[in-house]
């Protein structure tokens, strides 16, 4: 069966350029988000989550560039776009919430008007007909007096209207692709819970594709179709939701997954992964995990695991996987 | 809004009061004898007191400062010792030519210096920036009557653009304004441009450019708004340093404006028109002020009162 994909990276590659040298912060990374799926992006701060997600806007932070790959919206390669064309893209093929909703909306500005202006921008219509969608799709994404809430300022607002302004903004002009970097974790639990909700029902009406980048793995098991984890740079691990959380093959998954507390097991203390994030100036030739792996073999920091596929869909970077020789399981 | 912009102005009376007391009281600490210097050395004491005893000068404080309140109160702030006629004639006389000077300048300073600063922080570290930024060191570390010397003697003097001084017309009003404004030019664009730089990293920024605005509509609709806020601050506090500065300008420059009038009545031993002068621009300061604060409150919704 042929599948549609919405968003293909493929080997992109993003890097630093910083007066002490190239910091490859995405490395041959390729993600694939199939048409109307929900895809998360996991892993540890500093592992290039972000900077992809970034990328894919082009909108990386200043010395960050795109060195190399593509990325293809349905298609189309927006590395190849000219900074005008790319414009259109923004807001309106494709868009994008941030992690804190208290700083991502301008303080000066009307939340309304900042809704407004994002449909403005896209569609050929008037300041009347943009309030209109602004009200339809502020009672949309469940805020309650969309008259009154036009009128308000960021500061007179909670963080979870905030967040839902901020998706309003995403949605008002039906992109193909919403990426959502880490849109939760500055929200309390239920608060949370209620984003999540409504991001996946937006998904379920409107069929997009969304790119959900975050480091809370109890996220990405109630929204996700594909997961991706990422490390150093690089994806370890890669497969649908339930595979990944019933058989992780990738030392660095099962870490993170033995790292969340379940209520059901009797743990006296959280497991933790021993160490730290590497620092991307100076990773091994081969494995940027090996140092903090219990299962690191001799030529694990010097050659690079290549992405094994081990089941269908499911692919891992281990030595461990390779050849089928070992494959984790203690 | 409306209530804290009333507050507001309630202050403001306060604070005119407040300096009328100081330069009442000032004027009677400082050491020396207006009749005295007045009359230089023809005068002799029973000349002295009897022209103190016309002006009033005999009464005690509390009386002559009676007098001055309940006078400045109606408009009246007495007649000039040394050119006979009415404070508040004098003023209105040389209040247009100071206003002209001072608009001019300010013109000069915040409109060059704002588009300035936004220029340097697009093109950082670039050449216009490092150009701009030189300039703006320039203007804030040079007096303004060097800066006046300077372009008296290049531009009139040596290349004969524009008059040296005196004049009325607009044309006689560049060279000042240039000298007056250039140091308030320098820092509102160095201010611009930090603040700016700063408000760029906003997250609020990623929004809008994530919203599909170019690099200008950024800059423009979200960028400088919130950039501007302590820009206006910095702008209000000028006026004060733009009508002192006028002072020197003033007197370079050969303009019968309200800072000449003031250097004259210091020299002179004027009270009566020093009193007016520091009153007059007393209140343009203050006013200035609450026109920045008003501006404030319509510019920056957080610091509104709720309804």
């Known amino acids: ?170 949605m008002i002009c039906r992109p193909k692709l919403l990426i959502a970097d880490e ?18 029902q937006l998904r379920d009406e409107t069929g997009m594709s969304i790119i959900i980048i975050s480091h809370n793995l109890g996220v990405i098991a109630e929204l996700c179709d594909y997961v991706y984890v990422m490390y150093a740079g690089r994806v370890v691990e890669e497969a649908d939701v339930f595979t990944l959380f019933e058989s992780p093959r990738h030392p660095y998954t099962k870490g993170l997954l033995n790292s969340v507390s379940a209520l059901e097991l009797e743990q006296e203390r959280l497991e933790t992964i021993p160490g730290s994030v590497p620092n991307l100036r100076r990773l091994p030739a081969g494995c940027a995990f090996c140092a903090r792996c219990a299962y690191a073999m001799e030529y694990c920091p010097e050659q690079l695991p290549q992405l094994q596929e081990v089941a269908h869909g499911h692919r891992v970077r281990c030595h461990l996987v390779e050849g089928g020789a070992a494959n984790g399981e203690e | 809004m409306l209530k804290s912009i009333a507050s507001r102005i309630g202050q403001t009376l306060i604070v005119i009061v407040g300096v009328a007391m100081l330069i009442f009281f000032l004027l009677r600490i400082v050491p020396g004898n207006a009749v005295a210097t007045m009359m230089s050395e023809h005068a002799d004491a029973a000349t002295i007191a009897r022209i103190s005893a016309e002006l009033g000068l005999d009464k005690p404080w509390y009386v002559q400062f009676w007098i001055y309140i309940t006078g400045a109160l109606h408009g009246d702030f007495g007649t000039s010792y040394a050119l006979h006629r009415p404070v508040k004639e004098l003023l209105l006389l040389s209040f247009p030519n100071t206003v002209k000077l001072a608009v001019l300048a300010a013109l000069v300073a915040w409109i060059i210096g704002v588009l300035a600063g936004i220029v340097a922080a697009q093109k950082k570290n670039g050449f216009l920036d490092r150009i701009f930024m030189g300039f703006s060191l320039l203007g804030v570390s040079m007096p303004v009557f060097m800066v006046a010397m300077i372009l008296q003697y290049t531009i009139a003097y040596k290349l004969h653009w524009l008059p ?25 664009a160095r201010l611009t441009r930090s603040t700016l730089l700063e408000v760029l990293q906003e997250d609020y920024i990623d929004t809008a450019r994530a919203k599909g605005r170019s690099q200008m509509g950024v800059i ?88």
């Open chain 1, 183 to 200: 849109p939760t974790t500055a929200l309390d639990v239920t608060v949370e819970a209620q984003i999540l909700k409504l991001m996946k």
């Open chain 1, 1 to 170: 069966m042929e599948q549609e994909y919405t968003l293909q990276i493929e080997n992109l590659r993003s890097s630093f350029l910083t007066d002490n040298g190239e910091v490859k912060a995405v490395n041959e990374v390729s993600i694939n988000v199939p048409k109307g799926s929900i895809v998360g992006i996991v892993g540890e701060s500093g592992c290039g989550k972000s900077m992809t997600a970034r990328s894919v806007m082009r909108l990386l932070k200043y010395p960050g560039k795109i060195m190399g790959g593509s990325i293809l919206l349905e298609g189309k390669d927006l590395t190849q776009l000219s900074e005008k064309e790319m414009q259109s893209v923004r807001g309106g093929e494709i868009s994008m919430i941030f992690q804190e909703p208290m700083t991502s909306l301008n303080p000066v500005v009307k939340v309304g008007k900042q809704v407004s202006e994002a449909a403005m921008l896209h569609q050929n219509i008037s300041a009347a007909e943009a309030k209109e969608l602004v009200l339809e799709i502020f009672r949309r994404v469940g805020i309650s007096e969309a008259e009154k809430r036009y009128e308000s300022f960021p500061h007179q607002l909670s963080g979870g209207l905030r967040q839902r302004v901020m998706i309003a903004m995403a």
């Open chain 2, 220 to 307: 423009v609709l979200h960028a400088l708004r919130n950039a501007m806020l302590p820009v206006l601050t910095m702008m209000a506090l000028q006026l004060s340093s733009l009508l002192s500065g006028a002072v020197i300008t003033e007197t370079v420059f050969g303009i019968n404006g309200i800072g000449r009038l003031a250097v004259d009545a210091i020299s002179g031993r004027d009270i009566p028109l020093l009193q007016g002068t520091v009153l007059f621009t007393t209140v343009l300061v203050v006013l200035g002020n609450l026109v920045a604060d008003c501006l404030y409150t319509v510019l920056d919704p957080r610091i509104r009162k709720e309804a």
């Open chain 2, 164 to 188: 040296i001084s005196g004049g009325d017309s607009l044309k006689c009003f560049i060279l000042p304004a240039i000298a007056l404004g250039w140091n308030s030019a320098g820092s509102i």
